[in-house]
């Protein structure tokens, strides 16, 4: 119980500090290119779980409008569906 506390306290302190340094549209477009290729292309767990709870303070200080303004949804649907093609090859073949 208590690590889920700290971990909430951590997501509200990086949610602050997302909310509080991207101010300016233009850096939030580039803080969401950066976490999403970070989130599809990283080696790591870790690095990619963290760029998605990034990407989830980046969507709740924003507001949702975000996810169409930024095209979020839609790079996600697109990298799902490539990742499912890829594996249903490697099935096949």
Do not use: P
């Not at 302190?13 to 989130?39: G, P």
């Not at 969507?59 to 569906?81: D, M, N, W």
């Amino acid at each position: 119980m208590v690590s889920y506390i700290l971990m909430f306290s951590v997501f509200m302190q990086v949610n602050f500090f997302v909310i509080s340094y991207y101010n300016h549209q233009d850096d939030a477009a580039a803080l969401v290119n950066r976490l999403m290729d970070q989130m599809m292309k990283s080696e790591k767990y870790g690095e990619r779980r963290g760029a998605a709870f990034g990407l989830a303070g980046l969507v709740k200080g924003f507001g949702i409008s975000c996810l169409k303004k930024y095209k979020i949804v839609v790079t996600l649907q697109e990298s799902l569906a490539e990742r499912l093609e890829s594996l249903l090859l490697h099935l096949y073949f």
